[in-house]
């Protein structure tokens, strides 16, 4: 039997690791640290959590369904960097600046619940129009930018 709850849980789970993963790869690579078993860890995590997300029952398209197809291009270009193209050329840049975009997109995914599913933090922002949405996600790409752009440096340099 298909329990709904359980089920939210386990995504939900396994969204926030790929999360931890991702940034702690990212920073890794920052470091000059390839780290490639944590990449590849990330990356199934970061698979799974789109995967289970299209899961879920549904009467319409969402727009976390969009954001679900974009990670899974987003991935399949890093697959097709890595163990296609071997990183070779512009492949190591495809394959790091699209993992660090999926990570990035979970992110996003992850303030949006928090936003609407912790009472304090949905008081700050109550729609994804507010004030308090805006600036949260604001804050959050430019995060990512900075994060992604350094790691991009640190991933060219172990190369």
Request: charged share 10%.
């Amino acid at each position: 039997m298909f329990d709904l709850k359980t089920f939210t849980l386990l995504h939900v789970v396994i969204s926030l690791l790929a999360l931890v993963a991702g940034i702690a790869l990212l920073l890794a690579w920052r470091g000059g640290k390839a780290q490639p078993g944590l990449a590849t860890a990330t990356l199934v995590l970061l698979l799974a959590t789109s995967i289970t997300g299209f899961m879920f029952p549904f009467i319409k398209f969402l727009p976390s369904h969009a954001f679900g197809i974009l990670s899974l291009i987003l991935l399949a270009a890093t697959v097709v960097a890595r163990w296609g193209k071997g990183l070779a050329g512009r492949w190591l840049t495809v394959y790091g600046a699209t993992l660090a975009i999926a990570v990035y997109l979970d992110a996003f995914v992850a303030v949006v619940q928090a936003l609407q599913k912790i009472p304090a933090l949905n008081a700050l922002a109550p729609t994804d129009k507010s004030p308090g949405f805006m600036i949260a996600q604001g804050l959050l790409l430019v995060a990512f930018v900075l994060l992604g752009r350094s790691a991009l440096r640190g991933l060219r340099g172990i190369a």
